[in-house]
């Protein structure tokens, strides 16, 4: 890049930062989509801390690699899949995770919508949809919502910690209501 040519971090860079740092801080192989690798958030260039590839041998539908953040053990075990919902619409972060629901329909690990609590409602209202809510993917079960102030919080809680116990975002989150 030239001088001058430098991007602006937007919030949704922000927050991926700050999964990346909590990621690392809870032992696990981070993975963001090849398009976010050269960003960088207050200095961090994000391909220093993540994984390269996603997979070394299985093959990965293309949705599954684009999912805004990935906490992993090793290469094939799944530890947390965050979509972040800054900008674009809702229903593709919910869409993604879908994908990966559907993919290994017998899975637990937790999944997250990260986004400013103004658009909270919006999230709750789509995982509602009989798509996502159906007897199959159960998303509104199992998709959670983690909103900005909240991770801010709990990353900076962390900045000196040595490590991070991952339920301390399960905690923060929210799941969809039930009416």
């Known amino acids: 890049m030239a001088p001058g040519d430098e991007r602006v971090a937007t919030p949704h860079d922000e927050m991926q930062w700050r999964l990346i740092r ?5 032992r696990c192989d981070v993975w963001v989509p090849r398009s976010d690798q050269p ?7 994000f391909r220093d801390h993540v994984l390269r590839e996603f997979h070394q041998v299985l093959d990965v539908p293309r949705s599954i690699e684009n999912i805004d953040v990935v906490w992993k053990f090793g290469p094939y075990s799944i530890k947390s899949a965050f979509e972040i919902e800054h900008s674009t619409s809702v229903y593709s972060g919910i869409l993604r995770l879908s994908d990966l629901r559907a993919e290994a329909p017998n899975s637990n690990y937790p999944l997250f919508i990260v986004a ?4 909270k409602r919006k ?22 919502f983690l909103g900005y102030k909240n991770l801010r919080e709990i990353d900076e809680t962390c900045k000196n910690a040595r490590d991070f ?8 989150a ?6």
């Open 22 to 26: 909590l990621g690392q801080l809870a």
């Open 116 to 119: 400013d609590e103004s658009r």
């Open 174 to 179: 929210e799941g969809v209501p039930v009416a």
């Open 123 to 144: 999230v709750f209202e789509e995982l509602k949809r009989p798509t996502f809510s159906g007897p199959c993917l159960r998303l509104n079960e199992v998709i959670r």
């Open 165 to 172: 116990d991952t339920n301390v975002l399960l905690a923060a």
């Open 39 to 45: 960003k960088a958030y207050d200095g961090n260039k």
